[in-house]
């Protein structure tokens, strides 16, 4: 069974953000650009080329976090949030 992971969990989940950790739900969208472009920049072949899905899955964020006009992860709402999380393995293991 895979680990579940809750809308506030999510939201308050600890996730590198340039220089310091910080809530999943405070990340802006700039900080999400950030983690997009840094996280392609590793991608490459090998044990490396997952990282390309998740980079692909926070420029996702980015676009959605832009086309509603969200200052932060949170201003999505939970749910979008949360999928969003799940996306991006927020509160698993990869990040």
């Not at 953000?17 to 490459?44: H, I, Q």
């Amino acid at each position: 069974m895979g680990l579940v992971v809750s809308d506030l969990d999510a939201l308050s989940t600890p996730v590198y953000a340039a220089e310091s950790y910080k809530p999943f739900g405070e990340f802006t969208l700039e900080d999400v650009r950030l983690k997009a472009s840094e996280l392609a920049a590793a991608t490459g072949w090998g044990p490396t080329a997952r990282v390309g899905s998740v980079a692909r899955g926070w420029s996702t964020l980015g676009s959605a976090m832009a086309a509603a006009g969200a200052a932060t992860v949170a201003d999505l709402g939970p749910e979008a949030a949360q999928e969003h999380a799940r996306q991006l393995w927020v509160g698993r293991s990869l990040l």
